[in-house]
């Protein structure tokens, strides 16, 4: 365990020590005054639309004994109430997280496993995370804090953990630079290139470009990559001979393939060679791209040289984050798949596969506008329709500016009118679920997260859960 030094954090950020003692220890830190703890360090950041630098006082108050702010008035008044408290200030809040987040990874010398990928991030992080906590007490990235913020807080909760498993995510280019420059991954996993911000970026081979930032901040990292996808693939063919890189896949020759496979509702299993010996792998989701996660996992179980009963127990035993592939059964036979979190093409169209696999009486799917897709959203809202048909879905409903071009598709592929409805705002969606739904019907709900579906989520539970 190694914490940090006010004095530490003035030479690293330049701060200017307004008050206080240079030699207290800041070992939490906190952004957040609602749930500031006892002898936590503030850091109050500033954003677009919001000023962490107004709550300064607020965080003391409630019991924060350092602050680190960049604009406030300091008051005499101020200088008495708060004279055993230290308060430091710095140019820029946000640049200084970034240098001691920085700092605190130097300190470590443990795996640091990081995750990029259009889609499949955090479910690959939970299982990831479970394989690798079965050998180390392992730190992870809680929620969708993978962000230039969420990832430097994590890597500050930092004590006595012996592994973290970071979830990176991005829009435009030059952000996961930023973040693998300050986790310094030891292993960079690349889940899969897909269409997910292709608005911002223009394309996959770009969005490509801007996975393969998490290279680096990293010294000479193993990379695991899934070897189905298209791009990674190529890029891997090309580049393995000057890099150490671990191949997954189902369909593509790679280091850790799965065979025999099984696909239940709620589960699946397979067959993979595991250190010389074919295992058998349980997976306690339902859906082909939880195969994946899995082989994933393996990947780094072996890499770590983690026993290979515990890699299966961590797969085995794993748990989804909230609002992805979250399974909720409700009375009557009904399931709710609350997958509400995020979209894309790629991820909508493994959840209409996994939905159409199930056994259940009418699959209905509830999707709304993926986001940032810019000049692309009329043609990948399409391609969406296109797979509601593919895969037979019996009931549509939809809301959203460019949902309609999934309704419009899905009618030119076959769907009939009285299949399908195009709805205004989410209280609407939800009092039509509530009229139709069935005995034994199966819903999904998905859309990104800006569409805010899991409110959607709420308003129908408690009526038909």
């Not at 993978?146 to 994590?154: K, M, S, Y």
């Not at 770009?206 to 901040?217: S, T, Y």
Request: hydrophobic share 35%; glycine share 6%.
């Amino acid at each position: 365990m190694r914490n940090l030094t006010v004095q530490e954090i003035i030479e690293t950020t330049n701060a200017k020590l307004i008050s206080g003692n240079p030699e207290f220890i800041c070992k939490n830190f906190s952004k957040d005054t609602r749930i500031i703890q006892e002898g936590d360090t503030y850091i109050a950041i500033k954003g677009e639309n919001f000023d962490g630098n107004l709550f300064w006082r607020e965080a003391l108050q409630k019991g924060a004994d350092c602050v680190i702010v960049s604009d406030i008035e300091y008051t005499e008044e101020d200088k008495e109430k708060f004279k055993n408290k230290t308060i430091l200030k710095v140019k820029d809040t946000l640049e200084a997280l970034y240098k001691i987040a920085k700092l605190k990874r130097s300190f470590y010398n443990i795996p640091v496993i990081a995750i990029t990928g259009s889609v499949g991030k955090t479910s690959t992080k939970d299982i990831v995370a479970n394989v690798v906590s079965q050998k180390y007490k392992t730190l992870k990235t809680i929620g969708n804090n993978n962000n230039n913020i969420g990832l430097p807080f994590t890597i500050l909760r930092l004590q006595d953990e012996e592994a973290i498993v970071l979830e990176m995510g991005m829009n435009h280019f030059g952000e996961i630079s930023l973040l693998s420059d300050i986790a310094k991954p030891n292993i960079c996993i690349i889940t899969n290139i897909g269409t997910s911000h292709i608005g911002n970026l223009g394309s996959r081979e770009n969005i490509l470009k801007a996975k393969l930032e998490i290279l680096e901040g990293a010294k000479d990292p193993t990379i695991i990559v899934n070897n189905d996808n298209d791009l990674l693939h190529k890029w891997q063919e090309k580049n393995k001979e000057e890099k150490n890189i671990i191949t997954y896949g189902i369909q593509e020759k790679s280091n850790i393939n799965a065979k025999e496979i099984t696909l239940n509702q709620n589960e699946s299993e397979f067959i993979c060679n595991i250190k010389g010996k074919d295992e058998k792998v349980k997976v306690p989701v339902g859906g082909e791209h939880f195969i994946l996660n899995s082989l994933c996992a393996i990947c780094v179980g072996e890499k770590l040289n983690i026993d290979t009963n515990k890699i299966l127990k961590g797969i085995e035993e794993f748990e989804l984050t909230k609002k992805r592939m979250e399974i909720i059964q409700a009375k009557n036979g009904i399931k709710l798949i609350n997958d509400t979190y995020n979209a894309s093409l790629e991820s909508i169209r493994a959840s209409l596969k996994y939905l159409s696999s199930l056994e259940g009486n009418r699959k209905i799917a509830v999707l709304g506008d993926i986001l940032e897709l810019g000049e692309y959203s009329k043609t990948l809202h399409k391609q969406v329709g296109e797979e509601v048909c593919k895969n037979n879905i019996d009931i549509l409903i939809c809301r959203g500016e460019n949902a309609k071009y999934i309704v419009e598709e899905a009618q030119k592929k076959g769907m009939k009118k009285e299949q399908i409805y195009y709805l205004k705002n989410n209280d609407e969606v939800a009092k039509k679920i509530k009229e139709i739904v069935k005995l034994n019907d199966i819903i999904l709900l998905k859309a990104s997260n800006g569409m805010k579906f899991f409110d959607i989520v709420e308003k129908i539970k408690d009526e038909i859960c």
